[in-house]
């Protein structure tokens, strides 16, 4: 049992309308990869999912007054969805009392009726433990590894202290770079500009809803965390960003799962694999980078939703006006809408096509990539300038086609070579994509 402390981090559950079952999946291309893959549709098994919760209630625990009130975060175990589920309470604050929130979000990241209803194996955290001891480990050493490739994040969280609003972002985004660690990160459901956490990091994907009513824009934290960048990145036809959030997590436990069931989709002819902290294999098809871009690059920059994105009101929303006059942005993405709504149809086909080498790394050069496919490279730059350009030639016919393309880097962090130190020191690289 862990001793929980009422920190001064401040954490908030964004709206959530409980375990909505309505059938968003088509509208989002699940249905067509389903019908289309059959008995060999991907459904997250294997994955280890990681959900992060904020109270949504306390507990007097004790009758002492002097001694603080236990968190309610955890989702329902009993509830029907996550029947065969292995739900691990991470900090240890149990009381028997669960969250409505948690649970309707866990029933769309992992429930049996979620995209990703192979995933078995969930870690549950209070977020005000998550940020401490409980894994980032604000104020101490390295943050902790794990075997969890995905987090969820259905809550946003405000520090007025900059100072440790940047150490957790660098530590979130440690993770990510480190340990291949995804962190699905939900915008509020209000507009205006983000709070800092954890959209404001980097290498997070920042998840908003359809009808593009949620905050945009990132605050300033300090030099490395400036204001003004894109977030939102993704969205999903959810009337919450609560809801939206674990069906993009759900999507990308699909794709995690394609690209490392199949060694053979990683060719990069340096590197095709990595090993994390935990000691966990990653292959080029399923590292976090590739996993983010095949998943905006996939997106839809126009919809044709069928299903209302409520329980209750009947409401369809669509994205009809992307990158209008006044959402614009100069790399190429929505202010509202950032890469458009998730396609797991789509991005998924960019992973199964298999990695696309450069001409530079003896790819396929002039004869062409494939319509689908990534690349990963896994040291870009090069010593004097070497290496510092990939060429990829196509060729798109006689017809008119569409070209999505998305290029993915992370904010490099210094975490330090002992576990018992966090520099956290950032390097932001530039790189830039043209056609």
Do not use: C
């Amino acid at each position: 049992m862990k001793l929980l402390v009422r920190y001064s981090i401040a954490a908030f559950l964004i709206q959530h309308s409980g375990l909505l079952l309505a059938d968003y999946k088509a509208d989002i291309g699940y249905t067509k990869l389903a019908t289309e893959l059959g008995v060999n549709l991907p459904d997250g098994n294997g994955i280890l999912a990681t959900q992060v919760e904020a109270a949504t209630s306390y507990v007097d625990h004790d009758n002492n007054p002097s001694t603080p009130d236990w968190p309610i975060y955890l989702p329902d175990r009993n509830n029907t969805s996550f029947t065969g589920k292995l739900i691990t309470d991470m900090t240890g604050a149990e009381f028997g009392t669960y969250s409505g929130h948690a649970t309707g979000v866990g029933g769309l990241l992992y429930g049996n009726y979620s995209m990703a209803s192979g995933i078995n194996s969930i870690h549950a955290y209070w977020a005000d433990d998550w940020f401490q001891s409980g894994f980032l480990n604000y104020g101490a050493g390295q943050p902790q590894s794990s075997a969890s490739r995905i987090g969820n994040h259905s809550w946003v969280g405000n520090i007025t202290d900059l100072p440790i609003a940047s150490n957790l972002l660098r530590r979130m985004d440690w993770v990510i770079e480190t340990d291949e660690f995804l962190q699905f990160v939900g915008t509020r459901n209000s507009t205006g500009t983000n709070y800092n956490l954890f959209s404001a990091a980097y290498n997070v994907l920042a998840v908003g809803k359809t009808d593009g009513n949620h905050s945009t824009g990132s605050p300033y934290v300090d030099a490395n965390y400036p204001s003004g960048r894109i977030r939102t990145e993704i969205v999903a036809p959810k009337s919450t960003t609560s809801s939206a959030t674990p069906m993009v997590a759900a999507t990308a436990a699909l794709l995690i799962e394609t690209g490392h069931a199949d060694p053979g989709l990683s060719t990069d002819p340096v590197q095709t694999s990595t090993e994390n902290r935990n000691g966990n294999i990653i292959h080029n098809a399923e590292r976090s980078e590739v996993i983010k871009a095949a998943l905006l690059a996939g997106a839809d920059r126009y919809t044709k939703n069928q299903t209302p994105n409520t329980s209750t009101t009947g409401v369809i929303t669509n994205i009809t006006d992307y990158r209008s006059v006044n959402n614009q942005t100069t790399n190429g993405l929505d202010t509202r809408f950032g890469a458009g709504q998730v396609n797991a149809y789509n991005s998924y086909h960019i992973i199964a096509a298999g990695e696309q080498n450069s001409s530079q790394d003896g790819g396929a050069g002039s004869t062409g990539i494939g319509t689908f496919g990534f690349d990963y490279d896994p040291s870009f730059g090069g010593s004097s300038g070497s290496n510092n350009v990939a060429s990829y030639y196509f060729s798109t016919g006689p017809a008119p086609k569409i070209l999505s393309a998305s290029l993915l880097w992370h904010l490099d962090i210094d975490g330090g070579r002992r576990s018992n130190s966090f520099p956290g020191t950032a390097i932001f690289y530039d790189l830039e994509l043209y056609l």
